[in-house]
């Protein structure tokens, strides 16, 4: 199901953007962490950040819904995701609003919408 909601939301970007898009699975967060290095090394920057999946105690789960496939808040204070000045970032999984939303924006300094239920 997230594969063709990602797939569907492609698309729509697709039709309004003409830079770079990168959709792709990602299955643990050392995959996540080290596609920002990689987009970082190239010296490129995110205007927006999509996340399509589960959510649970400390934000978006990568791959899994098992611990410890979640950034803990110490690991996202460290992590460096290399956002443009205007960018956002979109968590598409439920309770993302409540309190993982406010805490991203305020820790990567980017417009950033979730869903409260």
């Known amino acids: 199901m997230f594969e063709r909601v990602a797939n569907t939301m492609y698309k729509e970007i697709k039709q309004r953007c003409r830079d770079e ?3 792709r699975g990602i299955f643990g967060k050392n995959s996540l962490t ?5 987009i970082t090394e190239q010296g490129k920057q ?3 950040y ?7 105690m400390y934000g978006p789960m990568y791959g899994t ?14 992590l460096e995701i290399p956002f443009s000045a205007n960018a956002k970032a979109y968590f598409h999984c439920c309770r993302s ?3 993982f939303a406010p805490f991203f924006a305020e820790q990567f300094k980017v417009e950033t919408l ?4």
């Open 21 to 23: 898009i990168i959709c």
């Open 34 to 38: 080290d596609l920002f290095c990689a």
């Open 46 to 48: 995110i205007d927006e």
């Open 50 to 56: 999509h996340f399509i999946g589960h959510s649970g």
């Open 65 to 78: 819904t098992a611990y410890p496939e979640q950034y803990s808040p110490h690991e996202l204070k460290n």
């Open 97 to 99: 609003a409540r309190w």
């Open 114 to 117: 979730g869903y409260y239920w």
